[in-house]
C-alpha cells in the first residue's frame, strides 16, 4: 500500500503558495491601482505661420501658450519617444493618450471642435518653419507648405473634466476583469470607471500632474503601432485649427502638450510563461 | 659684417664744422651700427641695411617709395633685361641687385669724400654726394636730394652703378674705374650684350676661365635666374589690414540660410619676425566682428596662423600655413550656432609671381569638429567631417593693379545633425566655388575687392556645410573687401 508523502505534499504547498501569492492569485492583495501613469512634456514643440521664415525666430518655441489658427500651426513630439517604445508596448491596456489643455481664452468644447492632430509624414527639427522642415538641403522642403501630414489619419480629440470624467462618454462599464488584448500576458482587471484611466487619484505618476480644468485628450495608441512601434519612426504631429484657439505652450509645468500611458507597476515577464505583477 | 661702404667726395666741409659734427655722425652711426649688427647677429642674418663708415649718410634717410628714382629703377631693370646681363660673366647678381635694394632718401646732402676715389657717378659738379651703398650682396642704396637733379639717364646709370659695386666680385667692387667702365659699356646707347661682356672680360680676365670656381655668392647667383620681383608679397609679408565681407546669406522663405550672420569685419595683423629673407616664418592675428540678422553685433572666432616660406626653387616660392580658428573669444550667442566649432587648417601653398602675371595653387585640410546649438529644449549637435580644398588662384599684374580670380574646390566627409528625433546626414559631398579678386598694390599698402560664389555643390551643399566662418563664411558665398599697410 502506497503511503501518503507527507513531506512531499509540505514541500509542494508550500512551493506554490509563495508563487500564487506573488502572482495574485489567493486574494493575498492584489493592487487597487496597478499602474501608474507615465507622462511627458511633447518638449519638440515649434509654432509654424505662414510668412514667417526665420528659422530660430525665439516665439515660435518655448512659449507659454500657442495660437492655433488658419495659418498659424503647431508641430509637436515627444522626441525621446524611441526609449519608452517597449514600456508603451507593455503599458497598461496598450493605451496611448496626448493631452491639450486650453487658455482661459478658449473653451474645452471649442479646442475639441476646432483642433485636428494628424501625423507628420516627414522628419522636422526646431529649425522648422511653414515652408521648411529643415533646412539643410532641398528635401528638407514641405511638399506642401504649412506641413506633410497623413490627412486621413487626423483624429479629433475627447474632453477630459478635472475629475477625469468624459462629459460626452456613454456610462462607464462596470469594473470586472477584461479579456486579455493581444499585447497581455494574463487578463487584467480595468481599475477604474473613467474613460481614459487618468483621474487625479491615478496621477501621482512620474510628474504627479495635475489637470484641474477641462482638457482635450487624443487616443494616439494607432500612431504609435504604425509608426514608432512598427516603424521605428516619431515625426510627431501637427495641430491644424482653422478657428483661432489657444492653448498652452511647453514652457507651462502642468499644462504643456503631454503624451500619457499607464505604466504597470513592477512588471516583468517570468522565463517565457507569462508575467505577473508585484505589489 | 663688412662695414667698409662706397662713397665718394669731392668737396671738403668747413674745417670748424667737420670738427664737431662728423666726430659726433662717427659716433652716432657706430652705435646704430652696432645695434644692427648685434641684432643681424641674432637672426644669423645678413642685415645690410646700415651705415658704412661714418654714417652720415644715413643721417635722417627715409625709404623711397615712390618717384622718378624708383621709377628709373624699374627702367634700368628693363635695360638689364633687354641686355641679358645675366648670362654675362661676373653680372650674374646685376639685375637681382637693381631690382631688391632697398632705397632711402637722405633728408640733406652731404658733400662726396675726395679721399675715396670721386666718380661722376656718384657727385655733382658742386661735390655734392648723389648716392651711397656698400659692397655687399642686397645692401640698400641711399639718395641724397642732389640726385633730384639727374635725368632719367641719368638716374638709369646711377642705379646700375650702384648696383655693380654690389654685384661684382669682391676682388674689383670697390674698384671705381673698373665699375665705372661697365656702368659705361651698359649705359651707352650703342651697348649690347657682346660689348658688354667683352667689356667684363677685358677688366676682369679671370673670369673667361673655363675652370673658374664660384664663391658661395655666385652659386646664389645662379639660384637668382628666376628672382623674385620686387613686388612680390614674401618680400614684404607682414601686413596690418581690415577687412569687410558681407555674407550671400538668403533669408527668404524658401531659400533661407541656417546662418543668423549677415556680415564681418576682421582686423588682421600677420607679422613675420623669424626666419631669414628667404623663408621668413610669420605668425598672424585676426580678430572678428559679426553682424547678425536682427542687426546686432558681436566678438566672432579668433584666428592663429603661423605662415612660412618653405623654399624656392624655379621660380616657385613654396610655403606652409596652419590656422586656428578658435570659438574662445566669440560671443555667447554665438557659440550656440552651427558655427561654434573650432577649426584647424594647414596646407601647402605653390606661388610664381612673375612680372606682369601670378599663380598660386594652395592645397589645405581641414579637421573634423563639432558644434553644439540648443534650439528650445532640445540640444543638437552639428558634426562636420574633415575637408580637403584645392584652390587655383591666377590673375594679370598691370603695374600697380592686379586683377584676377581663384577657384576652389572642397571634399568633405560629411555633415551631420542630431538632435532629439531628429538626424541628418549629407554623406560625402563637394562644393566648387570661384570668385573675381582685384588688388591696388602699393609699395607699402594694398587695397582689393573681391567675391565668392557656389558654382556648383552635390547634396545641396552650402558653405553653411563647412562651418567656417573665418574661412570659406557662410550661406551662398560673399563679396568683401580689405585694405592692409605693409609693414
Known amino acids: ?279 | 659684417m663688412n662695414s667698409k661702404s662706397v662713397r665718394h667726395h669731392v668737396e671738403r666741409m668747413n674745417p670748424l664744422l667737420k670738427a664737431f659734427l662728423l666726430p659726433l655722425a662717427l659716433i652716432l652711426a657706430s652705435i646704430i651700427a652696432l645695434m644692427i649688427t648685434a641684432s643681424s647677429d641674432v637672426w644669423a642674418g645678413t642685415t645690410n641695411v646700415g651705415n658704412g663708415d661714418d654714417g652720415a649718410d644715413l643721417e635722417g634717410s627715409v625709404p623711397l617709395d615712390s618717384g622718378p628714382i624708383v621709377e628709373a629703377r624699374k627702367k634700368a631693370v628693363d635695360r638689364l633685361v633687354k641686355l641679358d646681363v645675366e648670362g654675362i660673366p661676373g653680372l650674374g647678381k646685376l639685375i637681382p641687385e637693381v631690382r631688391r635694394t632697398p632705397l632711402f632718401i637722405s633728408k640733406r646732402d652731404i658733400p662726396a669724400d675726395e679721399a675715396n676715389g670721386g666718380s661722376r657717378y656718384h657727385s655733382d659738379m658742386s661735390g655734392m654726394l648723389f648716392a651711397s651703398t656698400f659692397t655687399e650682396p642686397n645692401a640698400p642704396t641711399t639718395f641724397y636730394p642732389a640726385a633730384k637733379t639727374l635725368n632719367e639717364d641719368q638716374l638709369i646709370a646711377l642705379h646700375i652703378h650702384e648696383a655693380l659695386h654690389r654685384a661684382l666680385p669682391p676682388s674689383v667692387a670697390e674698384d671705381e674705374n673698373i665699375v665705372s667702365q661697365i656702368t659705361v659699356a651698359i649705359t651707352s646707347p650703342e651697348s649690347s650684350n657682346d660689348r658688354i661682356k667683352a667689356k667684363v672680360l677685358k677688366l676682369m680676365p679671370e673670369l673667361d676661365s673655363p675652370r673658374m670656381t664660384f664663391s658661395p655668392a655666385d652659386a646664389m647667383m645662379t639660384a637668382e635666374k628666376y628672382p623674385v620681383p620686387e613686388d612680390a608679397k614674401v618680400k614684404r609679408p607682414s601686413i596690418l589690414g581690415y577687412s569687410y565681407k558681407v555674407f550671400n546669406n538668403p533669408q527668404s522663405a524658401q531659400d533661407s540660410s541656417i546662418s543668423p550672420l549677415t556680415s564681418m569685419q576682421t582686423i588682421q595683423s600677420f607679422l613675420y619676425p623669424f626666419g631669414s629673407d628667404k623663408n621668413p616664418i610669420g605668425i598672424g592675428i585676426e580678430l572678428s566682428f559679426l553682424n547678425r540678422v536682427d542687426g546686432t553685433s558681436q566678438m566672432g572666432p579668433l584666428n592663429l596662423s603661423t605662415r612660412m616660406r618653405l623654399w624656392s626653387s624655379r621660380g616657385f616660392d613654396v610655403g606652409a600655413w596652419a590656422v586656428a580658428s578658435l570659438n574662445t573669444l566669440s560671443a555667447e550667442e554665438m557659440k550656440n550656432t552651427p558655427y561654434g566649432r573650432d577649426v584647424l587648417s594647414g596646407g601647402l601653398s605653390m606661388q610664381k609671381d612673375l612680372q606682369h602675371f601670378y599663380v598660386e595653387n594652395l592645397l589645405g585640410l581641414t579637421s573634423q569638429g563639432k558644434a553644439n546649438q540648443q534650439i528650445g529644449t532640445i540640444p543638437y549637435t552639428y558634426d562636420y567631417g574633415s575637408v580637403v580644398n584645392a584652390t587655383v588662384r591666377a590673375g594679370a599684374k598691370l603695374g600697380m593693379f592686379r586683377l584676377g580670380g581663384f577657384g576652389e574646390l572642397f571634399l568633405a566627409d560629411y555633415y551631420r545633425i542630431n538632435g532629439g528625433a531628429f538626424q541628418f546626414d549629407s554623406g560625402r559631398y563637394e562644393i566648387t566655388s570661384g570668385g573675381p579678386e582685384f588688388t591696388l598694390e602699393g609699395n607699402s599698402w594694398s587695397v582689393g575687392i573681391y567675391g565668392r560664389f557656389i558654382l556648383n555643390s552635390t547634396k545641396d551643399a552650402n558653405f553653411d556645410y563647412l562651418g567656417n566662418v573665418m574661412g570659406q563664411g557662410v550661406g551662398q558665398g560673399s563679396i568683401g573687401g580689405t585694405v592692409a599697410i605693409k609693414l
Request: charged share 20%; glycine share 10%.
Open chain 1, 1 to 279: 500500500m502506497k503511503t501518503f508523502n507527507f513531506i512531499g505534499f509540505a514541500v509542494l504547498v508550500l512551493g506554490l503558495v509563495p508563487m500564487l501569492t506573488a502572482c495574485g492569485i489567493g486574494g493575498l492583495g492584489e493592487p487597487k491601482v496597478p499602474y501608474y501613469i507615465e507622462s511627458y512634456n511633447m518638449d519638440g514643440t515649434k509654432l509654424i505661420a505662414n510668412g514667417v521664415s526665420n528659422q530660430n525666430d525665439p516665439n515660435t518655441y518655448t512659449q507659454n501658450q500657442y495660437t492655433l489658427k488658419s495659418g498659424q500651426r503647431l508641430l509637436i513630439r515627444f522626441e525621446n519617444l524611441s526609449n519608452h517604445v517597449e514600456s508603451i508596448k507593455n503599458s497598461w491596456d496598450n493605451e496611448l493618450h496626448l493631452r491639450l489643455v486650453p487658455t482661459s481664452n478658449t473653451d474645452a468644447e471649442t479646442l475639441k471642435g476646432s483642433i485636428r492632430l494628424c501625423p507628420i509624414t516627414k522628419n522636422w527639427m526646431m529649425l522648422a518653419t511653414w515652408y521648411k522642415a529643415h533646412p539643410f538641403n532641398k528635401q528638407g522642403n514641405w511638399n506642401n507648405p504649412g506641413g506633410d501630414y497623413d490627412a486621413a489619419s487626423c483624429i479629433k480629440g475627447e474632453v477630459e473634466l478635472p475629475d477625469g470624467t468624459n462629459p460626452d462618454a456613454s456610462p462607464s462599464p462596470s469594473p470586472s476583469p477584461s479579456p486579455g488584448t493581444p499585447g497581455d500576458l494574463i487578463a487584467r482587471p480595468k481599475p477604474t470607471p473613467t474613460p481614459h484611466g487618468y483621474t487625479p487619484s491615478t496621477y501621482k505618476g512620474k510628474d504627479e500632474a495635475v489637470i484641474d480644468v477641462p482638457s482635450v485628450i487624443f487616443d494616439i495608441k494607432q500612431w504609435f503601432q504604425s509608426n514608432p512601434e512598427g516603424r521605428s519612426v516619431n515625426y510627431g504631429f501637427i495641430l491644424i485649427s482653422e478657428n483661432p484657439v489657444d492653448i498652452f505652450g511647453d514652457k507651462s509645468d502642468a499644462y504643456s502638450p503631454r503624451i500619457y500611458w499607464k505604466k504597470p507597476k513592477a512588471y516583468y515577464r517570468a522565463g517565457g510563461g507569462g508575467g505577473i505583477y508585484r505589489k
